[in-house]
């Protein structure tokens, strides 16, 4: 994401998409892709319409690890 378009955010979403992007570099770096539909469930979490609980179900349920 820009720093322009960074700075507009307020300080919970800017830290929420800090930490997503950093989970993301992570996986990236063990060989790990995020798909479509999660990329798309993490960003309702940056946006702040789930939490970080409801993120967590949503990707056990996708991949059946709950």
């Keep these: 994401m820009s720093n322009t ?3 507009k955010l ?3 979403e800017r830290a929420r998409r ?4 950093q989970a993301e570099h992570s996986g990236e770096m063990e060989g790990l892709h995020v798909d ?3 990329r798309a ?3 309702e979490y940056v946006a702040g ?3 970080s609980d409801e993120l967590v179900a ?3 349920a996708r ?4």
């Design 36 to 38: 479509p539909a999660t």
């Design 10 to 12: 307020a300080p919970a």
């Design 63 to 66: 991949y059946r690890l709950a």
């Design 49 to 51: 319409r789930i939490d």
């Design 41 to 43: 469930d993490a960003e």
């Design 18 to 21: 800090f930490a997503l992007e």
């Design 5 to 7: 378009i960074q700075t």
């Design 58 to 60: 949503r990707t056990q």
